[in-house]
T-cell receptor
Framework: GIQVEQSPPDLILQEGANSTLRCNFS?????LQWFHQNPWGQLINLFY???GTKQNGRLSATTVATERYSLLYISSSQTTDSGVYFC??????????FGTGTSLTVIP | GAVVSQHPSWVICKSGTSVKIECRSL??????MFWYRQFPKQSLMLMAT???????TYEQGVEKDKFLINHASLTLSTLTVTSAHPEDSSFYIC????WGRGGHYEQYFGPGTRLTVT
């Protein structure tokens, strides 16, 4: 399957700071999504972004498909942004593979 | 829209018993559903892909006789952990694909089921 690596694995931020999370994948993809997993385990859809750039409030994401990476930007971070961020990708088949995750802690 | 439910949210069972977990797409039809397991502080590992009306496709290393998957309708997939053992204790999450407004498939996830085998 497609290998998906995320960096950094852990990130601690002061409230109000900005951050960039990275997702590298090993093969071409036709689906890439970013998720936030809350403390109760629920995965919340953030972006569907196999290519290009999207923005939603304080969050934005960019995927450069030809170079096989995606970035998630969080601006003016809040304590409620804490949790684990995953990117996940799908290739030609039905499978959908998760990255290693970035654990974000925002401190007041 | 695109809501996926799971039942039960958590279950405790004794070693040797079987446990069934249900995954439902509430407001859309899903020809394909997926089952994942997640250990503490780790990522989600794809176990199998469930296709309505046909056999599931299991990932390498996942025992198909131990983790039985049935996708009998367009809104329901079930995962049965047979003869559960303590090492099967984990967080099991299902997802379903929805052909969304954007003209593409997008994955939506259930809230997960925490299984503890004693």
């Amino acid at each position: 399957g497609i290998q998906v690596e995320q960096s950094p694995p852990d990130l601690i931020l002061q409230e109000g700071a900005n951050s960039t999370l990275r997702c590298n994948f090993s093969d071409s993809v036709n689906n890439l999504q970013w998720f936030h997993q809350n403390p109760w385990g629920q995965l919340i859809n953030l972006f569907y972004i196999p290519s290009g750039t999207k923005q939603n409030g304080r969050l934005s994401a960019t995927t450069v498909a030809t170079e096989r990476y995606s970035l998630l930007y969080i601006s003016s971070s809040q304590t409620t942004d804490s949790g684990v961020y995953f990117c996940a990708v799908g290739g030609g088949g039905n499978q959908f593979y998760f990255g290693t995750g970035t654990s974000l802690t925002v401190i007041p | 829209g695109a809501v996926v439910s799971q039942h039960p949210s958590w279950v405790i069972c004794k070693s040797g018993t079987s446990v069934k977990i249900e995954c439902r797409s509430l407001d859309f039809q899903a020809t394909t559903m997926f089952w994942y397991r997640q250990f503490p502080k780790q990522s989600l590992m794809l176990m199998a892909t469930s296709n309505e009306g046909s056999k599931a496709t299991y990932e390498q290393g996942v025992e198909k006789d131990k983790f039985l998957i049935n996708h009998a309708s367009l809104t329901l997939s079930t995962l049965t952990v047979t003869s559960a053992h303590p090492e099967d204790s984990s967080f099991y999450i299902c997802s379903a694909r929805d052909w969304g407004r954007g003209g593409h498939y997008e994955q939506y996830f259930g809230p997960g089921t925490r299984l503890t085998v004693t």
